[in-house]
């Protein structure tokens, strides 16, 4: 492992189905839902750009085109808002394309996280890098991202972002176990991929945060199909944990599964009422429902 170099590259998995959002996926992409007006991806990319990260790779899929259009010009449409004096409009539609180098690489049949992380080896090359799932959304002050590369950047090993999930809860994760260090930071020393509750080592649980040493390509390209038929991302992980040492991290934030329905909805309601030209009547209209009973 190369010591002391510095997390410049982020890979967001954008292959999915979307099965879950179906009709709505049928034709738009899960990670361009919108969260109020912006796309789930964008506040991915924006959380990486805010920590420092130079290029984004995103691993797409059949029917994912558009996920790349996001992030490139679009110059008529540009055009035309300019000529229409409508500058807010203008603003928000370029921050997309000018936050960040992106490059996209096709996955051409979806065989799992690990695969889909795979898939970006010669992009990535022989340094640390930073894996976001595109519908896993962290709202904090420091940025989710920043807060993991800190961690790394002390401790030199790999790190995944952790949280306590609930009993019901266990089976869905992957879990984790180890020595706490200090407050939030964690020296894990077990990894396993969706456990049953009697055979989980915590209630820890792996979200959609990994930054990762480039030692997990030659692991994932040995790593056999597990759970489900398809190459697991923490089954690799638990042998690179074993090769090098792997931290856990509680990050600071409140966590948004926007691929899920109700977390795409409490997404959208948190996200509004942070906004200034929405609040008020959003909470007066909560206010009205929960006074209906409805």
Do not use: W
Request: charged share 30%; hydrophobic share 40%.
């Amino acid at each position: 492992m190369t010591q002391g170099q510095r997390v410049r590259k982020a890979v967001i998995p954008a292959a999915g189905l979307g099965t879950r959002f179906l009709p709505a996926t049928k034709s738009v992409p899960k990670e361009l839902l919108p969260i109020v007006d912006t796309p789930t991806i964008q506040y991915i990319v924006e959380e990486v750009v805010a920590s420092g990260i130079e290029t984004v790779i995103f691993i797409t899929g059949k029917g994912k085109a558009a996920v790349e259009d996001h992030f490139d010009l679009y110059p008529e449409l540009e055009e035309k808002l300019e000529r229409e004096g409508k500058t807010d409009l203008l603003a928000k539609l370029r921050k997309a394309s000018l936050m960040i180098q992106a490059v996209a690489i096709r996955q051409q049949r979806p065989q799992g996280l690990g695969h889909a992380v795979l898939c970006a080896k010669d992009i990535i090359g022989n340094e640390p890098f930073v894996v976001l799932l595109g519908d896993d959304l962290v709202d904090s002050k420091v940025p989710c991202t920043k807060q993991m590369i800190d961690v790394y950047e002390k401790h030199q090993k790999s790190v995944v972002a952790l949280m306590e999930v609930p009993d019901e809860e266990v089976s869905k994760f992957g879990i984790c176990a180890g020595n706490k260090i200090s407050d939030r930071i964690y020296d894990l020393n077990v990894m396993v991929e969706k456990p049953d509750l009697k055979d989980a080592p915590s209630h820890l649980a792996i979200v959609g945060r990994y930054i990762l040493t480039p030692e997990i390509f030659k692991i994932l390209e040995e790593t056999k199909p597990g759970k489900g038929g398809e190459i697991q991302l923490t089954d690799a992980m638990s042998k690179l944990m074993k090769a090098q040492g792997f931290m856990g991290y509680t990050f600071e934030g409140d966590r948004y599964d926007a691929g899920d329905k109700f977390g795409f909805l409490q997404a959208n309601i948190a996200y509004g009422l942070k906004r200034a030209d929405i609040a008020p009547r959003l909470r007066e209209y909560m206010a009205k429902i929960v006074a209906k009973g409805i």
